[in-house]
């Protein structure tokens, strides 16, 4: 329990510390008219109060990343809190809240133009297909988890596809439903009411930790027990580890939905509690459903405890979604039959509501793309239909393969957002009082280029080097790492 609550008080304190230098850092403009009010359509930029901004934003890329991933990431041991910890403070919230406030300064242009004005027009480029089979990946994901939860509660019709079954009448329905948010005017769906469900996931979240600090700490995972990689599947923490755990700590998703949300923002002073705040939200979303998997388990029968009661539950269970099935069994178990059910219900609308703005940003991005205007329905819809059959192809492509590939490409993704973040910094702070001041921006970028680069020569669905040749992986990554850190040390010097 000591090590919970660290974690807990040193992410509320990184935000009123790391935040607000990030924020100086940046250099805020209260004064400058933000896209909202210069480019008001009706449609994507719509004034909004800051607090129903700060809802959506959380909801947008809460989804079933932190509670997902976090759970997956357990498996690895404690190490997984420390990552939570400090690579939402120093990773995600710096990686959100520039990608929000570089799209409020660009005039409210979306990731992969923010990425191309600052890396080139050639990397602009593969950033709009980068994002866009990011987005088709995870709107998959953010499909089926919640089809699959939703059959439990209330069965209907299911297809049988090779070895899985597809809940398909629950995948119709939640599609039909993606339809009508990615087409309607951000504030008439969106604006509405993901508030309200972003409320009740934070208060699912709370309850969740109220129960495992009252009731269930004892066998709760501490650092101090050992940061050695508790997975049994021969996997190495790092980089798996740092993978599994995406939305709560760094996510590449989070850059392509702030612009989404930089499109209402009325005023630069707002960004630090919408961008760097709803991130730390997440973080702690994260770190109590990484707790609780980590605490529930318990077989007095074979004395597995903790992480191994944990590790014995995810045997007993070969090849289905292991982590939705820790979310129905601890939210039944601890919050009883309602307060069970009420907390699934958080938990599906967290990925079906980003699943949609997902499919949002990905119509923003050809738009600005092709350079069309939104606000004619049809033009939204030429658009946005064949999104809706690439998505629902994808949907007989097992959920394991779909989430591990996603991943990837969706940490691949927050490397180019963060330097692209490191290009603006040095080149907007290098004659002011922070001329180091792109470091905040430029070490986390380095640290996941090496994260990325040796999970594609480690990881099973990359070149899966063998045990005794991993040291060769981390080898590639790390001179891939040392050569971009040269690349920007040429560039600055040219500039």
Known sequence: ???????????????????????????????????????????DFVPMAPWRIFLVQFLNIAGLGPIFGAIMGIFYGPAAFLWIVFGTIFGGGVHDYLSGMLSIR?????????????????????????????????????????????QGLAPLSTFQFGLSTIPIA????????????????????????????????????????????????????????????????????????????????????????????????????????????????????????????????????????????LQAFAAQHPGANIAALVIDKVSRTWLGTVGGIL????????????????????????????????????????????????VFGMVFVDFNIVWRYFAWTNQTLACFTLWAGTVWLYQSTRNGNYKWGYLIALVPALFMTMVCSSYILIAPEGLHLPLEWRWLGYLIAGLITISCLCGFICWARKK
């Open 1 to 43: 329990m000591v090590t919970f609550i660290v974690a807990l008080i040193v992410l509320v304190v990184g935000f009123f510390t790391y935040g607000v230098l990030v924020e100086k850092i940046f250099g805020i403009e209260p004064d400058r008219q933000t896209p909202a009010l210069s480019k008001t359509d009706g449609v």
């Open 106 to 150: 660009k005039g409210g242009v979306s990731l992969p133009d923010i990425i191309g004005d600052e890396l080139g027009n050639k990397v602009k480029v593969f950033m709009r297909v980068l994002s866009l089979v990011l987005l088709i990946l995870l709107t998959t994901t953010f499909l089926s988890g919640p089809a699959t939860l939703l």
């Open 170 to 309: 629950w995948v119709l329905i939640i599609f039909g439903y993606y339809a009508l948010a990615t087409v309607l005017p951000v504030d008439k769906l969106i604006g509405r009411f993901y508030p309200i469900f972003g409320g009740i996931l934070l208060f699912m979240g709370l309850g969740i930790m109220v129960v495992m600090l009252g009731w269930h700490s004892a066998e709760m995972p501490e650092v101090f027990d050992g940061l050695q990689n508790r997975q049994t599947n021969g996997l190495p923490l790092f980089p798996m580890m740092f993978v599994s755990i995406a939305c709560g700590a760094i996510s590449g998703f989070h850059g392509t939905q702030s612009p989404i949300m930089a499109r209402c923002v009325t005023n630069e002073r707002q960004g630090r509690w919408i961008f760097y705040g709803a991130m730390v939200a997440e973080g702690i979303l994260a770190l109590i459903w990484a707790a609780a998997a980590g605490t529930f388990f318990a077989d007095p029968e074979t004395g597995l405890y903790g992480i191994d009661g």
């Open 343 to 390: 907390a699934i219900i958080g938990v599906i609308a967290a990925p079906i509501t980003s699943g949609d703005t997902a499919l949002r940003s990905a119509r923003l991005i050809v738009a600005d793309f092709l350079k069309w205007d939104q606000r004619p329905i049809p033009k939204r819809l030429m658009i946005a239909l064949p999104l809706f059959l690439c």
